[in-house]
């Protein structure tokens, strides 16, 4: 018999790779006696190990298996299968101590089943080609034969694994049960019954009884019971259909299902015209329940950790110590690790790549090979080759014994074939003589088809054709197009999902509820059609119960039909209408979902890992078969397009909604945030394929670019997308979010409805460079938001409301990053090297005709949002409109092709308008308005972005070698600074952040960690290097990164209510930017800038304007440092051209600015606070620089602007200050010394020239520029030189810093008239009130800038003297020498020189002259000069400091023509006889390293000749041009001041002066000891040296008389830590009446005051007394009535004078203070 002996082998096969000790006899003695019984069974150790998992079977039996075959009746009756009691347990194989036999066999036996589970897959592959030689009816009976006869019993399965090693104090279990399944035959009413006649239709119910999976935490382990124990408890704890075992936790089940199963054999003899199907099964599921708790969820971390952990050491179990601490046993982990090391990858390596090895494992496989061709070519294979087989295959890799065989298999066929082809050639008679030599091929005892071929005979052939109802060589039967083969239907009654808490009350923490889930298949054999059909009845997601054990609904369904279902879905192949291949569809009915805090917090729990579980491998596989699955949808999708077939889509999801409420709890009321997700509708549209053919078109003269056009719009699959009503609502108590939801706008909106919508357009053409492969377009139609202060409190209210999930201590750690390309980590194993594509073909790639991957198209028609203050805090609903937004036309653009990627954006306009004031006209205030407000059509701003590959062949030629380029397009943007809408806006802002500050909790401020300049310079130079190293490789001509930006027009204007302010004008301003390897380019340039005075009627309305055609043009480039730099390196270069301006100075546009100003006092406050923030970063950017010995190359050149100040703002007279041109360049210079390295010491010296600087008087024409002018300043020439020392570390010959000015002479000629003139100009101008109009607005209070302000006057408020601790620090590293060696250098030198710097004055004599005849020399009145004033010093680097401030010579001289003065030099420095040569004026102030301070000042030679007719006149030059006090007219005045408010909210202090309090005595002590310690001791010395002051009588005659007075001051004043004193003297203090002639002086001198001295001698004591002595000679003075003396002539002759009265007061030494 042909069926026993297969089946036998089959049972010997399978049994034996799982149960121990089977014996292959007995059973086929069972199997051909019709009964096999087997009781008891013990399974192999190895019964898992198809798994691949580091586990082991401990215990495993089979209590029962029953196998009836009736074989007398085999093709009617049933065939019974039973088994009963299969009960298995399993453990890590950790845990299982190493047993070498045990291991070897069990590798063996997996050795053997990998080759089998081959070998069934090459038998599977082989009978399919020859069951395709059949027809597919002849399978179909078969199997339908095998159904029909087949009654299978499964009950009482249990599989456990127990582990106690993952976590030795929380063991868990988990395991598979089930009770009972069953295979039966029924009749027509589904009763159970034997079929024992022929029936048309078979019918099989399928019952399955409490199938689950269960995991129990913390649980008693079996492998601790007794044998006996353990088979009760295996027994008692599965579940049945009527009782749980206590205590178990299940994950998935209980699970009970009955599957009903028709099978008609013969649709087409039914007599239904194909109405029933060949196949009905029908599965219906009471119930599906899925769970899981917080303890299982750890456990299965734990769990895949251990895997981890297990599956790395299973290699290494060998070598394991048996022992199961690490604390003691340091010898035997060591020794664990050196043979792991040793064994598996020194030896194992040196092994692999001997050639002893390779020629055995080579011979070794030569040997295989021949031994298994003997097996293949032999009946009975004998004992020593199949022992030597089994040997080799378990010695050889899987691989390699799968090539052997199948190349051996190879040789075998063709050896066969070649046998056969010689035997029909032969014929009979060779056949005879030659038929003993054929070779035996017979097949192999695995496969099974072979078996039935060659052990059936033609009489059970037939007999088996006779069972199954089968013809040989039948016609196939033809079915019609819509007859359904197989249907089949799948009902689950309910779904349900839970999630538990064992550490928390209550324990539930999440219930998911699916019911009615309903799937079905029908497939229609004649069209390859299949339609797959699923719903979804209602879904409910239940949250944490709350107090009273309600649990609230997070998710539920909303459907306004009782009969919809929550989802249905349909999909089909090769629908009978045939309009397209395949046809999908799906619907869905709204979610409402809410946010419940609780709910979420808990989950967050639940699923958060333990701290300690780390699954890198597991992580690093994932994304392995990521990439994997990556590449293998790839290939899908090119076959899918190779092989394309039209899809119908049509998807319809109706919108759900979120609602998030106060507190995050649903059961209170409050407040709700609701967001409508909007509803999503996804078509396809439909392909119409024209019918006009390419042939025709060309015929008919169609031009290749149409036809191309025409067949690309075939080309494409359509998807239309439709997202709709996206909407977002915040409701509070009273109001109803469900209402507003329905409104397309209403109060409580914040967002309202978008409506979204895509158009994806995929190409069949993936080949073609001008056919994009993905075409995407999208847009919005409008997008608009409502922000009110209420609604904006409510939400903030609302959002701090929700408790955040807090983290617990068990709060994981972050998890490494992993590479995606990472390999599990193995020690025996070398991952393999991926082949990378060559050179060669990446570079035919990049050559190829790029391709365009993606075209994308993104736009935005309208953006709108509205800001709304609301009216009072009583009215809630009613607000105002304050301000809208209108952004339009926003777009975008993506080009993603193979070599360039193309991004660009636009903006089509931008318009703010407020709601609350009017524009001074009228009409409506737009603060930004653009050229859309007008309604033009030019776009505000366009924006390009283009990245292109450097590996392009075409990355020189065509985009000039530039990475990445960024165009900016800006054409006009006007911003009206509205006074009073400004001044609205910010106080609603301010009073807006003041209440949302007042919501949410205070955070704490912090601290940064370094200041901004140091941070500021860190990433400045952590960016340069990091270019530097990024780009090392690449082309110095290649651009990284460039941008080209152009700014058309930009306007400000300013306003108020009623009148228009002032006006700023700025276009063509061009900036670029190039990022290149080496160094970074920026260039910047403005053609126009101009500022209006936008007055009414104003006379000049020209404030600023340019005088040449460019602003300025700069070219800045910055180089990245070298390690080693050469000498002539810089690190930057800067070219700069600034062009001329006309600033035209009005007080009264001052003052409308300054009032336009004035309410933003708090806004002005924090600007200054950060300018001098911003300049304290500049300042220490600017040290840092030194201190890296910055090299800059500057070339600039300005012209200096030119400053008109008229007379009044209708005058045509003005003040010009022409400020001339100002060039600034420099140059490196070496001087020669060189360092032991032999760098050469380096200077940078740079030259800052002012030309032409000069100041006039002119007249204005009507545009503003100078008609007439009259100089009053001479031009002036001034250069100051700057040398840098860069080279300080070693060269300390020249200053670090070398300052040289020669600043030239300068020349002022004023006349009577240019005096009046400034005059004038000066009492109208500055008195010039402001223009009546600005609104009188109170200063803004806010509570950022009060806090700003309060800081500041606590600033103001600390001593002086408590210097922080930081300030002494700087102080002292400033003081540090900057050289390594600490030897002292000149840090600072510098020099200022004035040649000469006088005024000449020149009076009027005529009513009228022209301006260049009022400088005339005669009408010169006098001369006012010094002479030789120079200003030098140096500072040293440990702080010393010395200055020196001299003059040589002041000059006052009378230069009236029409006066013959015998005394032109009214004051000059005279030189007497037998003294040396000396200056004027000499000052020198030194500091030393101890911070000892010394001033020394000495005034000398001075001569000063006073006539007072000709001071008078010097008076009366000034006096008598001042011009007269006017009446302001009221009519022109301005609006009242207001009075600024301390932005602190203080009352202001009182601004008289108050006498300071009187410290006391031990504050003053201290203060005064810690400043004097700080400052070190001061020195001060004045010395007068005899003055010569004269008062003559006549300027005329050099023996006039005069009166001279004489002195001579001595001045020491010495500060120190203690005290103060103070030393002077006061000699030769004497007052005589003479002839002034010096020759005879001293022959006609008469005394008045007799020479005296006073001397002054005190202090400040320690005690903070004050004493001083004053000590006074003889006073005599000389009284006389006098007669006129004798000129000098006739003195000879002068009879004897009464000599005069003497008078004599002695001078007493003065009392000293305080007694």
Request: hydrophobic residues 40%; charged residues 25%; proline residues 5%.
């Amino acid at each position: 018999m042909v069926f026993e002996s297969v089946v036998a082998d089959v049972l010997n096969r399978f049994l034996g790779d799982y149960v121990e000790n089977l014996d292959g006899s007995q059973l086929k003695l069972g199997i051909w006696g019709g009964d096999v019984v087997l009781k008891d069974l013990r399974l192999k150790d190895s019964a898992l190990q198809d798994l691949d998992l580091p586990i082991k079977t401990v215990s495993g039996y089979l209590g029962k298996l029953v196998l009836k075959i009736p074989w007398k009746n085999l093709y009617t009756a049933p065939v019974v299968v039973l088994v009963e009691r299969l009960h298995l347990l399993a453990v890590p194989s950790q845990g299982v101590a190493y047993n070498r036999e045990k291991e070897d066999a069990n590798a063996r036996d997996l050795r053997k089943q990998q080759l089998s589970r081959y070998e069934r897959r090459q038998q599977l592959a082989d009978t399919s080609e020859k069951l395709k030689e059949k027809d597919d009816t002849f399978v179909e009976k078969l199997v339908t034969q095998i159904i029909k006869n087949v009654q299978v019993t499964v009950q009482d399965i249990h599989i456990r694994y127990e582990d106690q090693i993952t976590a030795p104090d929380t063991p868990f279990a988990l395991g598979v049960t089930l009770h009972k399944l069953c295979l039966e035959s029924t009749d027509n009413h589904w009763k159970p019954a034997i079929v024992t006649d022929a029936v048309r239709q078979i019918y099989k119910l399928v019952s399955l009884d409490s199938l689950s999976v269960y995991w129990n935490s913390r649980t008693e382990l079996y492998g601790q019971l007794s044998d006996q124990e353990r088979e009760r408890r295996f027994i008692a704890e599965i579940a049945t259909s009527d009782s749980v075992p206590p205590g178990a936790k299940y994950i998935l089940g209980p699970i009970n299902a009955k599957a009903q199963l028709k099978l008609n054999p013969k649709p087409e003899h039914d007599g239904s015209g194909f109405q029933i199907p060949k196949v009905w099964l029908n599965l219906v599921l009471e119930q599906l329940a899925v769970g899981v708790t917080k303890y299982q969820y750890r456990d299965m971390m734990e769990l895949l950790q251990s895997m981890e952990r297990m599956t790395l050491a299973q290699p290494y179990r060998k070598y394991r110590p048996q022992v199961t601490q690490y604390h003691g046993h340091a010898a035997e982990w060591w020794r664990f690790a050196y043979k792991c090391v040793l064994n598996e990858m020194v030896r194992r390596r040196r092994r692999n790549w001997s050639w002893v090895h390779m020629k055995s494992y080579r011979d070794m496989c030569q040997r295989y090979a021949k031994a298994y061709k003997t097996k293949l070519t032999t009946k009975k294979v004998p004992p020593d080759v199949q022992a030597r087989i089994d040997d080799y295959e378990f010695k050889l890799d899987i691989v390699n014994v799968i090539m052997i065989r199948q190349k051996v298999q190879l040789e075998v066929d063709r050896q066969v074939e070649r046998q056969k082809k010689e035997k029909k050639e032969s014929g009979w008679f060779g056949g005879w003589f030659g038929g003993g030599s054929k070779t035996d091929t017979t097949a192999d005892d695995g496969d099974i088809a072979k078996q039935f071929e060659a052990a059936m005979t033609p009489e059970e052939r037939q007999k088996l054709y006779a069972a199954i109802d089968y013809q040989e060589n039948a016609a196939p039967t033809e079915y019609p197009a819509e007859f359904e083969a197989v249907q089949l239907a799948f009902r689950l009654g309910t779904l349900r999902l839970a999630v538990e808490d064992e550490e928390a009350t209550p324990t539930a923490v999440l219930r998911l509820s699916l019911r009615a889930v309903d799937a079905s298949l029908a497939q229609r054999p004649a069209a390859g059609a299949v339609r797959v059909e699923t719903s979804i009845s209602e879904l409910r997601v239940d949250g944490v119960p709350d107090g009273g054990g309600e649990s609230p609904a997070i998710a539920s369904t909303r459907s306004g039909s009782a009969s919809a279902a929550l989802l249905t879905a349909m999909f089909e192949t090769n629908p009978l209408d045939g309009e397209c291949d395949q046809r999908l569809r799906m619907r869905s009915q709204p979610v409402e979902m809410v946010y419940h805090a609780e709910t979420l917090g808990r989950l967050a729990a639940v699923f958060r890992p333990p701290r300690h579980v780390q699954l890198s491998q597991l992580h690093a596989a994932a994304m392995s078969k990521l990439q994997e699955l990556k590449e293998t949808s790839a290939l899908k999708m090119q076959y899918a397009i190779e092989t394309h077939k039209s899809l119908d889509l049509e998807i319809d999801l109706m919108a759900s909604q979120l609602v998030v409420p106060e507190f995050g709890d649903i059961t209170k009321e409050g407040r709700r945030l609701a967001v409508n997700l909007g509803s999503v509708r996804l078509r396809s549209a439909p392909r119409q394929v024209d019918p006009v053919s390419v042939r025709k078109m060309a015929s008919q003269g169609t031009s290749s670019e149409d036809i191309f056009t025409t067949m690309a719009a075939q080309a494409y699959d359509q998807f239309d997308i439709d997202l709709e009503d996206i909407e977002v609502v915040m409701s509070v108590p009273g109001e109803s979010w469900r209402e507003a939801l329905k409104l397309s706008g209403s109060p409580q909106h914040l967002v309202r409805p978008i409506s979204l919508s895509v158009c994806v357009k995929k190409c069949l053409i993936t080949d073609d460079p001008r056919l994009p492969v993905v075409k995407v377009d999208a847009a919005i139609s409008k997008l608009s938001f409502s922000i009110s202060d209420y609604r904006l409190i409510q939400l903030a209210i609302l959002g701090n409301s929700i408790p955040s999930p807090t983290a617990d201590d068990d709060d994981p750690l972050a998890l490494p990053e992993l590479d995606s390309n990472a390999n599990v980590l193995t020690l025996d194993r070398s991952a393999p090297v991926p082949l990378q594509p060559s050179s060669s073909s990446e570079k035919r790639q990049r050559d190829a005709e790029q391709m365009t991957d993606l075209l994308l198209n993104f736009r935005i028609l309208e953006l709108c949002a509205d800001v709304y203050r609301r009216q009072s805090a009583d009215d809630q609903s009613m607000a105002d409109e304050m301000i809208s937004l209108t952004i339009g036309g926003v777009g975008c653009s993506v080009a993603v092709r193979t070599n360039t990627m193309e991004v660009t954006a636009t903006l089509a306009g931008v318009t703010l308008k407020n709601h609350e004031f009017q524009d001074p006209d009228g009409g409506q205030l737009y603060l930004v308005s653009t050229p859309m407000t007008q309604g033009r059509s030019e776009p505000l701003l366009s924006c390009k972005y283009t990245k292109v590959d450097r590996a392009w062949d075409k990355f020189h030629s065509e985009y000039g070698g530039v990475a990445q380029l960024v165009e900016l397009s800006f054409s006009e943007l006007t911003v009206q600074l509205h006074q009073a809408a400004l001044c609205s806006l910010m106080a609603f802002g301010d009073a807006l952040s003041r209440q949302l500050s007042s919501i949410g909790p205070e955070q704490p401020a912090t601290t940064p960690a370094v200041t901004a300049t140091t941070a500021l310079t860190e990433s400045t130079n952590g960016k340069r290097a990091a270019a530097a190293r990024r780009h090392g490789s690449a082309s110095s001509d290649d651009i990284d990164i460039r941008l080209d930006a152009c700014f058309s027009d930009f306007r400000v204007q300013l306003s108020s209510s009623r009148v228009w302010v002032a006006g700023l004008d700025m276009a063509n301003l061009q900036l670029g930017a190039e990022l290149r390897p080496g160094r970074t380019q920026l260039s910047a340039s403005l053609r126009q800038f101009a500022v209006t005075d936008l007055t009414p009627n104003i006379k000049r309305d020209k404030v600023l304007s340019m005088t040449s055609d460019e602003v300025f043009r700069a070219e800045l480039q910055l180089y990245n440092r070298p390690p080693e730099p050469e000498p002539s390196f810089v690190d930057l270069e800067l070219s700069a051209q600034l062009g001329g301006a006309r600033l035209l100075f009005t007080n009264r546009f001052i003052t409308d600015v300054l009032a336009f100003m004035q309410p933003f006092s708090a806004t002005q406050a924090a600007l200054a606070e950060a300018s001098q923030t911003a300049a304290e970063a500049a300042q220490q950017a600017m040290q840092n620089a030194y201190a890296q010995a910055f090299k800059a190359k500057l070339d600039i050149t300005m012209k200096a602007p030119v400053i008109v100040v008229p007379q009044n703002s209708s005058s045509d007279w003005a003040l010009v200050a022409d400020l001339g041109y100002l060039s600034v360049s420099n140059s490196l210079e070496m001087p020669g010394p060189r360092s032991h390295l032999g760098a050469p010491a380096v200077l940078d010296v740079m030259t800052l020239k002012l030309d032409n600087l000069q100041f006039s008087r002119g007249r204005l024409g009507q545009d503003g520029s100078v008609q007439s002018e009259c100089l009053i300043l001479k031009p002036v020439t001034m250069s100051v030189q700057v040398t840098r020392n860069l080279s300080t570390g070693w060269f300390r010959e020249r200053p670090e810093i070398d300052l040289l000015a020669k600043l030239g002479d300068l020349a002022v000629v004023l006349s009577e008239e240019d005096y009046a003139q400034i005059m004038r100009t000066l009492a109208e101008n500055l008195s010039e009130p402001g223009t009546a109009g600005l609104d009188a607005l109170p200063p803004i209070e806010g509570g950022e800038t009060q806090k700003t302000a309060t800081q500041v006057e606590t600033t103001a408020d600390v001593d002086p003297s408590a210097a922080p601790a930081s300030t002494a620090a700087t102080a002292e590293k400033d003081k540090a020498p900057a050289g390594q060696d600490g030897a002292v250098f000149t840090k600072l030198k510098f020099s200022f020189d004035w040649t000469f710097v006088g005024v000449e004055l020149f009076v009027s004599s005529a009513a009228e002259k022209s301006m260049d005849e009022c400088k005339n020399s005669r009408f010169s009145l006098g001369t006012f000069g010094l002479h030789q004033l120079s200003v030098a010093g140096k500072m040293e680097s440990d702080g010393a400091l010395g200055c020196r401030v001299s003059l040589d010579d002041c000059v006052l001289q009378d230069t009236r023509a029409d006066t013959k003065t015998c005394f032109p030099r009214l004051m000059e420095k005279v030189t007497r006889a037998g003294k040396p040569k000396v200056r004027m004026i000499d000052v020198q102030y030194s500091q030393k390293a101890n911070q000892d301070r010394d001033l020394q000042a000495r005034v000398s030679s001075v001569s000063l000749i006073l006539f007072l007719p000709y001071l008078m006149m010097l008076m009366e030059f000034f006096t008598k041009n001042m011009p007269e006090p006017q009446q302001q007219d009221k009519r022109h005045a301005g609006p009242p001041a207001v009075a600024a408010k301390p932005a602190t909210g203080k009352p202001q202090r009182p601004t008289t002066l108050e006498a300071p309090r009187k410290p006391t005595p031990a504050s003053t002590g201290d203060s005064t000891a810690a400043g004097a310690a700080a400052a070190g001791m001061l020195t001060l010395q004045l010395t007068v040296d005899r003055p010569d002051i004269a008062l003559v009588e006549d300027l005329t005659d050099i023996n006039t008389r005069a009166v001279v007075f004489d002195n001579e001051i001595r001045l020491k004043v010495q500060q120190t830590p203690d005290k103060t004193n103070v030393m002077g003297d006061i000699n030769r203090i004497q007052l005589f009446t003479c002839v002034y002639n010096p020759a005879e002086r001293e022959a006609t001198m008469n005394e008045i005051v007799s020479p005296f001295a006073v001397s002054v001698m005190g202090g400040l004591t320690p005690a903070g007394d004050t004493r001083l002595q004053v000590e006074v000679t003889d006073v005599k003075l000389h009284v006389n009535a006098g007669e006129r003396p004798p000129s000098p002539p006739a003195r000879r002759h002068r009879r004897r004078r009464r000599r005069p009265t003497d008078y004599l007061i002695v001078g007493q030494p003065a009392t000293p203070a305080g007694h």
